[in-house]
C-alpha cells in the first residue's frame, strides 16, 4: 500500500480529462498531497480530436503530457495504469500494476468511452473519434481509402463516408469532410472525380444540434447542404455493415467508412469500483457531487450522474466541477463549513462547420452564426488547451487550414498502405 | 502501361525525398509531365526526426504530404508503391500495384535506409532514427522505459541508453536526450533518480563528427561531456543484445534502449531495378549523374555514386542534384546543348548539441560555435521545411521548448503500455 511520504491529506483523482485536471490545478496552492492515475500518458482535447481524423492537426496538438501538469502543481505524482478495484472501507483505490493506493479523499474523473447501443455490426464496423488513437484510425482509413480508389483510375467506386450522429462533433466532422472534398481533393487527388465522393450525415432527431437553439440548428443544416453533405434526419441507425449503414427503413446507405459520432457510455470496469450506478452506468452522485453513501468520494464529469440535476456531458460541467470538489476537500481540512451545493454555470455551445462558418451560443450574448461564431469557436478551443505550446501549435495550424485556404494542400497523415501491402492485409483477414 | 494523356514528354521520378522533390520543383514551370513515385504518403525531413524521437516535435512537423507537391507543380501526378522491377529496353518501372509506368526520362531518387554493417544482434536489438515510424519506435521504447522504471520505485534499475554512431545524428541525439535528462526529468519523472539515468554514445572513430574541422569536433565533445554524455571514442560495436552493447575488447555496456545512428545503405530491391551498382550498392553515375550506359536514366543524392567523385550522403547535394538533373533534360528537350558536368557547392554542415549549443561551418565563413551557431542551426533547418504550415509548427515547438527552458516540460508521447499491459506483451513474445 503506497501513499506520499509526507503526513499530508492524501487526495487520489482517478482520471486526467477535463474535471481531474481541474482538481489538480486547484489544489495547487493547498497543503496536500495529489495522486493522479490515468491510463493513458497524455490528456486529450476531446473537442479538437476530429481535426486530427481529418488530418487538419497533429495528435501532439491536442494532448499534453500527464506528467508535466508537475510543473503546475508539484505535490502531483503520477501513475500510468487502470483502476482494477475500489475498497472504500479500507479507503484504497487497486491499479492492474498491483499497487494500492491509500486515499483520504478520491475524485473520480475517469470519462466515458463510445456508445453503440447494442445496435448491430456498430462496434465492428464503425469508427468512433472519442480517443487519440481512435481519430488516427479514422485518418488512416481514410486516406487508405482515397488512395485506393486513386490507384484503380477512372473505374473507380465511388468514395464515400458516412457520419452517424449529428451533434457537435458529428456536425463538425461531416463539415471537414465536406471541405476537404470541395477544396482540397481536386488537387490532392486529381484522379477522383469530386462528384463521386460523398458525406453523408445520420440522425435520429429530426434536427441538428439538439442541444442548441433553433436558429442555430437552422444555420447548422444550411451551412452543411450549402457544402453538399447529404442529410438524412429522423433516420434511425438498424444496423452497421463493412458496406454501409442500415437505415430504420431497411435502405442501405454504402460507406467505405463510418464514423460513429453518437452517444457516450461508462466502461463497464466500473461496476468494480463499489459505486452505485444509475442510469448509463454513470455513478450517483448527491448535490454535492459526492458520491451517494461514500462522504470521502467524489465523482465529476462524464461519469457522474445527480438524478435530481442532470448536467450536459460537455467539457464545462467537468472542469467546474473538479474546480468544485477540490475547494470542497480544502474547506472540508480546514474545518470550513460546508460549500452550498454545486451549481452549473452553462457558459454557453459552440460547434463549427467550415471556414468562417460557426454557431456560438455565449450565455448573456446574443447568439452568433457565420465569422463571428467561428472567430469565437477557434479563441475558446485554442484558449482552453493546455500549455502555450499545444495552444501556439495549434493556432498556426488551423490558422494554415483557413487562411491559405485554398493554397496550401498539405495534409497530416501517417503511414498508408500500398496496394500490394492492402491486398497482404486482405488475405490475412 | 500507363502514361499520362497528353503528347509531353513523361518524366518518372521514383522517390520524394530531397533529390526527387527539388527535381519536381525545377520541372513545375516546363512542358513536362511528371510522376512522382514514393512507398510513403509523405515526404520526411530526416534532419530533425531525432526531435521527434526525443518528443519535442510532431512527426506532422517534419513530414509533409506527398500529394500536396501538385500545388508546386499541377503537372505531377502522384504514385503510392513500391518499385518491384524496371525494364531499361522497354522504358518501363513496374509498381507493386501491378501498374507499369513508362517513362521518357527517369530519375531515381529513392534514398537509403539503415546499414547495420552485418553486426550480430543489431538488426533485431537497435532502433535506427532513418524514418518517421523509426522515431516513434523509439520514443515508445524511450518513455516505457522510463514510465517502468518509475513505477517500479526506489529499487528501479538504471536506466542506460545506448547511442551507436558520432556523427551528426548520433550527436544530435545523445544531446538531446541529456538535455532532456538533466531538466526535464526531475519534474516529470521525480520518482527516477538522475544519476542513475545514463546516456553513453559509442563511436568507432577517435572523434565526434568526423566530416566537420577540428575545432567544431573538439566543441562538440566538451558540449556533450559538459551535459554528462558518457562518450566511448575509438569504440568498435561487436554486437548488440537485448541487454545491451558488446563493445571490442568484450565489455558490455548496459542499455535498455539502443539507437541506431550509424550508417545508411542501398534497399536491396534496388537489385531488380537493371542498374549498376557499386561500393554499398549505390547506383553508378557519370559525371552528369547519369546511371552509367543508361542516357535517359539519373541517379541523385544518397543512392547515387559517381566513383571518381564520391559525394557525401546529406541533403545538399541531392538537393542540388535533383535540380541539376531537371535542367539537363529539359536543356536536352529543348535541343540545347548539353550542360556541363555536375558540380556539388559544399554550402556547409551543421549540428547542434543543446540549448544555444552547436557547430556551423558555412562556406566562406568562419567556423561558428555556441549561440550564433545554433541560431543559425535553427534557422536553416526551419527554413528548409517544405511549406510555411510545417515551418511555423516547427518554430513553435523548437521554441516553446528552447524559450521556455524549466518552465515547461510538455513532451510530445503517444500510448505508452500499462504495466499489465507490459506483463502481457512479455509473455507474449
Given amino acids: 500500500m503506497t501513499a506520499p511520504h509526507g503526513q499530508r491529506p492524501h487526495v487520489v483523482i482517478v482520471g486526467g480529462g477535463f474535471g481531474g485536471l481541474s482538481a489538480v490545478r486547484a489544489l495547487r496552492r493547498h497543503d496536500v498531497d495529489v495522486t493522479l492515475v490515468d491510463k493513458r500518458a497524455y490528456n486529450t482535447f476531446q473537442p479538437l480530436l476530429y481535426q486530427v481524423a481529418t488530418a487538419t492537426l497533429n495528435p501532439g496538438d491536442v494532448t499534453y503530457f500527464q506528467r508535466a501538469v508537475r510543473a503546475v502543481n508539484p505535490h502531483v505524482r503520477f501513475r500510468l495504469g487502470e483502476v482494477v478495484r475500489m475498497d472504500h472501507a479500507a479507503r484504497t483505490v487497486s491499479l492492474d500494476s498491483g499497487e494500492d493506493l491509500a486515499y483520504d479523499h478520491l475524485i473520480i474523473a475517469a470519462g466515458v468511452t463510445a456508445n453503440f447501443f447494442g445496435i448491430p455490426g456498430a462496434e465492428d464496423n464503425a469508427l468512433p473519434i472519442y480517443t487519440r488513437d481512435g481519430a488516427l484510425d479514422v485518418r488512416t482509413r481514410l486516406f487508405t481509402g482515397l488512395e485506393a480508389a486513386a490507384t484503380e483510375g477512372d473505374e473507380h467506386g465511388d468514395v464515400r463516408v458516412v457520419v452517424v450522429g449529428g451533434g457537435a462533433t458529428g456536425v463538425e466532422t461531416a463539415g471537414a ?38 436558429g442555430s440548428q437552422a444555420y447548422a443544416k444550411a451551412s452543411l447542404e450549402k457544402r453538399g453533405v447529404d442529410l438524412r434526419l429522423g433516420t434511425k441507425v438498424a444496423e452497421v455493415r463493412p458496406d454501409g449503414v442500415v437505415v430504420g427503413d431497411g435502405e442501405l446507405i454504402p460507406a467505405g467508412l463510418v464514423i460513429w459520432a453518437s452517444g457516450i457510455a ?105 465569422f463571428p461564431a467561428w472567430a469565437v469557436w477557434t479563441g475558446v478551443h485554442v484558449f482552453s488547451l493546455l500549455g502555450n505550446r499545444n495552444r501556439a501549435a495549434t493556432m498556426v495550424n488551423l490558422t494554415a487550414k483557413y487562411a491559405f485556404w485554398n493554397k496550401s494542400h498539405n495534409a497530416i497523415v501517417g503511414d498508408l498502405p500500398t496496394v500490394r501491402e492492402r491486398a497482404r492485409q486482405r488475405r490475412a483477414s
Fill in 266 to 370: 461508462v466502461s463497464s470496469s466500473v461496476a468494480d469500483w463499489g459505486v452505485p450506478q444509475g442510469k448509463g452506468g454513470r455513478i450517483l452522485v448527491d448535490d454535492h457531487l459526492r458520491v451517494q453513501g461514500l462522504p470521502d468520494v467524489y465523482a465529476v464529469g462524464d461519469i457522474a450522474l445527480d438524478e435530481g440535476n442532470a448536467l450536459p456531458q460537455l467539457a464545462q460541467p467537468a472542469l467546474q466541477g473538479g474546480k468544485y470538489v477540490a475547494k470542497q476537500i480544502v474547506a472540508g481540512l480546514a474545518g470550513a463549513p460546508e460549500l452550498p451545493p454545486f451549481r452549473y454555470r452553462d457558459k454557453g455551445s459552440l460547434a463549427t462547420i467550415g471556414r468562417s462558418a460557426a454557431v456560438a451560443e455565449i450565455s448573456h450574448l446574443p447568439d452568433l452564426k457565420g
Fill in 177 to 214: 469532410l465536406a471541405e476537404m472534398r470541395n477544396h482540397d481533393l481536386q488537387v490532392t487527388y486529381p484522379e477522383l472525380d469530386p462528384q463521386r465522393t460523398h458525406v453523408t450525415l445520420v440522425e435520429m432527431a429530426p434536427v441538428l444540434l439538439g442541444a442548441f437553439h433553433e
